[in-house]
């Protein structure tokens, strides 16, 4: 099969095609036959290991310490049960499936195999693999923070900044699904796209600085890591959070004597993704897509993401022989 695979950290050209072994599940795994992954600002963040202030040793011993330990890199998938391990209950041959493998890697490839037990669930009916797997990264980032972290109420202000991207894409639908009203900040080129997701309001970041508005606000979500909670203080309520998710080890600690700071990292599960399978199949969520590259353009995808200005998701169309 083909995969993407990776022998040491650094920049898009550490990338390259190969040929590797088609897998077979064990008796409690499947082998879905991927037909697209995607390349988030993470997946590019631990390829060139630009990695935020603390974090570099924990990755490093969780990642590989001199290279990487999975050959394969990627998280996000979707596709079809191809063939399942004889104590394989929860899905069948022909499933069509969405979800990530997590800190295993392995998503940039023809071929994954995963357990049953994994964040893998039957992939929205009313969207393409394109679409199923452009909602993982950011829907789940989503749902962690703004439902099971700030649990964000109906009539709430709720402000997003960096509310172009792939988080902020789908926090503006979840906030506005929630029934907050929403304020997105983004760049002048991309007030268009926030307004169409849902945003009340748009804040032009290159014309105005929304911490000098005298706005207050809920719930302010940093999907850049750019703000800090000085900064942002006189934007919030009394009883305001603000949620940093691109940030420092050290703030990540100060974040648990602070009871209006959540920072962290968004975990993956079958509940989260069923929950956005039905946001989905609803159509309280849609898929934001920048751009599809094929399974061996991988390279120049991670190229483009790294520029830092895509507009919601960058895709990999993986491509099969037909048999």
């Known amino acids: 099969m083909k995969v993407i695979a990776w022998t ?12 590797f072994e088609k897998p077979s599940p064990k008796k409690d795994e499947v082998l879905i036959k991927i037909h697209a992954s995607s390349v988030t600002a993470g997946d590019c963040r631990l390829r060139s290991f630009n990695i935020p202030m603390g974090f570099w040793l924990p990755t490093r011993l969780m990642f590989g310490l001199t290279k990487p330990r999975r050959p394969v890199p990627g998280m996000d998938m979707s596709g079809e049960i191809e063939s399942i391990g004889k104590d394989v209950k929860l899905f069948k041959e022909g499933d069509k499936v ?13 071929y994954t195999c995963l357990s049953e037990n994994a964040a893998l669930v039957k992939k929205p009916d009313n969207m393409s693999h394109e679409q199923a797997v ?32 792939s988080v902020g ?18 760049s002048t080129a991309n007030i268009g796209l926030v307004k169409s997701l849902g945003a009340k309001e748009v804040i032009d970041y290159t ?47 100060l974040s648990i004597f602070r009871k209006n700071v959540i920072c962290g990292v968004a975990g993956e599960s079958k509940e989260g993704l069923d929950f956005l399978r039905e946001r989905a199949e609803s159509g309280d969520i849609e ?8 399974l061996e353009h ?18 990999i169309f993986v491509k099969h022989k037909e048999t």
């Open 8 to 19: 040491k950290y650094g920049a898009p050209e550490v990338l390259e095609l190969k040929e």
């Open 98 to 110: 969405f979800g990530t493998t997590g800190m295993r890697l392995g998503a940039n490839a023809e």
């Open 134 to 165: 452009a909602i993982i990264f950011g829907g789940l980032t989503a749902i962690h923070f703004l439902r099971d972290k700030a649990n964000v109420q109906r009539d709430q202000k709720v402000l997003i900044n960096g509310a172009s991207g």
């Open 169 to 186: 894409t789908s926090s503006i639908q979840l906030a506005k699904y929630f029934g907050s009203e929403v304020t997105g900040v983004c």
């Open 207 to 253: 014309k105005e600085d929304f911490t000098k508005n005298k706005q207050t606000y809920d719930v302010i979500l940093d999907a850049v890591g750019n703000l800090s909670l000085p900064q942002c203080k006189k934007s919030l309520t009394k009883q305001g959070l603000l949620i940093s998710i691109n940030t420092s080890l050290l703030n990540n600690l």
């Open 287 to 294: 898929a934001v897509i920048d751009r599809v590259y094929p």
């Open 298 to 315: 991988t390279a120049k995808a991670h190229r483009y993401v790294d520029m830092g200005h895509k507009k919601g998701n960058v895709v």
